[in-house]
């Protein structure tokens, strides 16, 4: 329990938690545990709304040239490898 706190949507009854995102007091009824955090009812369903949306393209772009950076210089890099040993022979 939070102390001489009440909740913001009934003031008659005790704060129980405090929302992460907005710093709300809520009573027990009106905290929802999410993730082992609480949010109050806003908060919450903003977040799970966020859940859905999708992420921009140009990270997936980005991901995919240094993958393919990387793979293109591993390539390289087992060739002159194979290269530099047959030539110690």
Known sequence: MLPRSSCAFHPERPGHAACVACRTVVCQECATAYDGIYYCARCLAARRAGRGRRRAPLGWVLMA???GAL???GARLAVWSVVLLAGLR
């Open 65 to 67: 040239l240094a993958t």
């Open 71 to 73: 793979f293109f210089a």
